[in-house]
């Protein structure tokens, strides 16, 4: 009788499964805004059934910061680089499940 608890237990327990996008943005007069570039990035996670868990934002790096600059004035301000943000993504395995039925 001991074991039904933790059978039950076993079969209620929920997997979760994570994943996580690194997104580099670009700007420009030329680019749509960073609002828009993630939101439409966002919308295309929760449709495939993920949900944005944490958003960081990375710092500039020397490199992407001259880089970024270089193309800007390559491109009269029509792109440039900008910076990135890690957007971590999870859905529960359930989720796959009722998927295939």
């Known amino acids: 009788m ?3 608890p933790g059978e039950q237990a076993q079969e209620r327990k929920i997997n979760r499964a994570n994943r996580v996008d690194n997104l580099r943005f670009f700007g420009g007069w030329l680019s749509p805004s960073v609002h828009i570039q993630l ?3 966002i919308a295309l996670a929760n449709s495939k059934g993920w949900k944005v868990n944490q958003v960081i934002e990375t ?3 020397l490199g992407v910061r001259f ?5 800007a004035i390559l491109t009269l ?3 440039t680089l900008g910076g990135s943000l890690i957007v ?3 859905r529960d395995d359930l989720f796959n499940e009722f ?3």
């Open 2 to 4: 001991s074991d039904q």
């Open 39 to 41: 939101s439409n990035r």
């Open 59 to 61: 710092p500039y790096d």
């Open 67 to 71: 880089f970024g600059t270089l193309l």
């Open 77 to 79: 301000g029509a792109f």
């Open 88 to 90: 971590i993504y999870e």
């Open 99 to 101: 998927g295939k039925i």
